[in-house]
């Protein structure tokens, strides 16, 4: 069974504006990691935020935030005003506490900021 | 601080070569280490990943290998590639065995088959 979930292959928004990327895991763990990375266009992989599974409160960094809803099983990135640089491949990821802490990614999804 | 390298940037092989990409850690000690293949447009798949030198697991059964022959280096090697093998080839480490730790990537190896 697919374990993390993206269903936005591709996604618009306008420079500037705020975007929210959806990603929905499921695990029978307590005990989980979530992250985000963004993957430019030179290929390299580029961690930006985390969500431990027993953190209260939802994860920021900078213009990145992740909204944790624990009992639907979402760990959305919302990105606040989007630069044009943010034009990327976005991944969510998980790391389960059982099975070697292997890091398991989703299909990603594309985003294209618009001038 | 820690420095990722991966080598070769880029790799064009002739199916039924043989593949050496390698992988080193810079800056860190017993690092836990992971191989992941990219397809086009596609998400990571998680090849092989060592926790300590000779330590290999492997998650995927294909003609692929990997080895850790020191504590900070990674090797994914294939005595015959396939046509299939192509890829964006990407190496990564995490410093402990915790969900809480992010990985961090090297620049990866593209490598067409053809």
């Known amino acids: 069974a697919q374990k993390i979930t993206q269903t936005q292959p591709g996604m618009f928004v306008q420079e500037k504006e705020a975007v929210t990327l959806d990603c929905t895991y499921d695990?029978?763990?307590?005990?989980?990691?979530l992250f985000w990375y963004k993957q430019p266009s030179s290929g390299e992989m580029i961690f930006l935020i985390y969500?431990?599974?027993?953190?209260?409160q939802n994860a920021t960094e900078g213009r990145y935030s992740l909204n944790f809803q624990k009992a639907r099983k979402s760990a959305n990135l919302v990105i606040s005003a989007s630069q044009l640089g943010d034009s990327a491949m976005y991944f969510c990821a998980m790391r389960e506490g059982t099975g070697g802490f292997k890091t398991i990614f989703g299909a990603g999804t594309r985003l294209f900021v618009k001038a | 601080s820690q420095t990722i390298h991966q080598w070769p940037a880029t790799l064009v092989q002739p199916v039924g070569s043989p593949l050496s990409l390698e992988c080193t850690v810079e800056?860190?000690?017993?690092?836990?280490l992971y191989w992941y293949r990219q397809a086009a447009g596609r998400g990571l798949q998680l090849l092989f990943y060592s926790v300590g030198i000779g330590q290999i697991s492997s998650e995927v059964p294909q003609n692929l290998s990997a080895s850790r022959p020191q504590d900070r280096q990674f090797i994914l090697s294939s005595k015959k590639l396939l046509l299939s093998d192509s890829g964006f080839y990407l190496c990564a480490w995490t410093l402990e065995e915790g969900v809480a730790y992010e990985q961090y990537f090297g620049p990866g190896t593209r490598l067409t088959v053809t």
């Open positions: 969500q431990g599974s027993y953190d209260e």
């Open positions: 695990t029978s763990d307590q005990s989980y990691g």
């Open positions: 800056g860190t000690s017993n690092p836990n």
